[in-house]
């Protein structure tokens, strides 16, 4: 096949280009203006189309914690963030309650009162109130309970691995990172421990205070925290650094134990500042002992939750058992560098951090226990499971 070129043939061949370019140019228009699905959920279509868009995220919230484990928990939120362009955007919000019967009121956005409209567990800030650059959303809300433990003498959050829109309403997944300014307000005799620091504590009467926590540095949602309750504390400071140890125990054979558990999370900290080069990232290091925690330990940062049944072991526990203890320490603190200071983009990656972590405490605790075979161990325990995911 040939073609022969002519004058008339160029023409053509020009004007054919031409309607490829502007058919090029519609489609993709047309493309950028398409509107993500919306699904129950953080589909990663949304999380793709989010993070392209929105930054420079920070929520303020406040939660109003009764004695009552019946009441509801009416709460206060106001989250400030950066677009690139005006568009819709979606919070998520999957409360454990009917959304029609308590629905976010007082809802303002960028000081014009208006009402979001709650579809597939996403509530739609329309783009006519939003600006290009900053732009701030406050509202009332009654926060939702499914991730939050709560029982007569505790309350405590879990929001791992994408569940703190089932407490507030939020951009719910872990590339966009956000600072935290927290305020509780909780019963005279209970205390609160969350990411932060308290700054500020003040009776407000009827039995009750408010305590104002510091602001965090960037962390991504399943990390936000606190806990309040009948909590008891103990701190030790070590190069001027301080940790606190907060607890529920009453046994005193079983809190004799503290001063190893300080020396393992010093340890830990000071072998991977060593190591990585990196100063401890975070305002603070507090370790919160729970009874019937549902894991061994979860690594939020400025308040890390134990299992009591994993730092308080009994007079019989085996070297195994001390030596597991100790791993653990060393794995959560490892987190604070591999997970919650440099954070995978997506849920598909969180095995990225979780290796991480277990690799570190195996280095950190192996001087520790010179009789054991750590190598060995390390085989017995990883490699049948890496293994097992390579033949699949």
Not at 8 to 31: G, P, Q, T
Not at 141 to 155: K, T
Request: overall charge negative; proline content about 5%; hydrophobic content about 40%.
């Amino acid at each position: 096949m040939y073609f022969i070129v002519t004058k008339n043939n160029i023409m053509k061949l020009k004007l054919c280009f031409a309607i490829s370019l502007v058919l090029f140019a519609i489609f993709l228009v047309s493309c950028s203006d398409n509107k993500v699905k919306m699904v129950p959920g953080v589909s990663k279509e949304l999380a793709l189309a989010r993070k392209g868009n929105i930054d420079g995220i920070t929520y303020s919230l406040h939660f109003s914690l009764p004695r009552s484990v019946d009441s509801l928990l009416y709460s206060r939120m106001e989250v400030e963030f950066s677009l690139g362009e005006t568009k819709d955007v979606l919070l998520d919000f999957k409360p454990s309650y009917d959304y029609q019967k308590y629905p976010l009121n007082e809802v303002y956005v960028n000081g014009h009162l208006c009402d979001l409209v709650f579809e597939h567990e996403h509530l739609v800030v329309p783009a006519k109130y939003l600006l290009k650059g900053k732009n701030i959303v406050k509202a009332k809300f009654v926060a939702g309970e499914q991730s939050l433990n709560r029982r007569v003498d505790i309350m405590y959050t879990l929001l791992v691995p994408d569940r703190a829109r089932t407490l507030f309403p939020c951009f719910d997944q872990p590339d966009l990172k956000a600072k935290y300014n927290l305020s509780l307000q909780i019963p005279d005799e209970w205390e609160a421990v969350a990411n932060g620091k308290p700054l500020e504590t003040s009776d407000i009467g009827n039995g009750f205070k408010k305590i104002l926590f510091s602001g965090t540095e960037p962390i991504p949602t399943y990390l936000f925290s606190f806990v309040v309750g009948d909590l008891k504390k103990l701190t030790e400071t070590r190069d001027g650094r301080e940790v606190n140890l907060w607890h529920m125990e009453n046994d005193p054979d079983k809190l004799s134990q503290t001063p190893e558990i300080f020396s393992l999370v010093y340890g830990s900290l000071e072998w991977l500042e060593d190591y990585t080069g990196i100063e401890y990232p975070f305002t603070k290091y507090d370790i919160v002992v729970l009874p019937g925690f549902q894991y061994g330990g979860m690594e939020h940062m400025g308040a890390t939750l134990y299992a009591d049944r994993t730092m308080f072991l009994e007079p019989s526990a085996t070297i195994t058992e001390h030596m597991s203890r100790a791993k653990l320490v060393a794995h959560e603190t490892a987190h604070m560098w591999f997970g919650d200071y440099v954070t995978m983009k997506w849920f598909d990656d969180v095995w990225t951090k979780e290796v991480f972590a277990n690799w570190f405490a195996s280095k950190i605790v192996s001087p520790v226990f010179e009789d054991i075979n750590h190598r060995l161990n390390f085989l017995n325990t990883y490699y049948p499971a890496a293994y097992a995911e390579d033949r699949s």
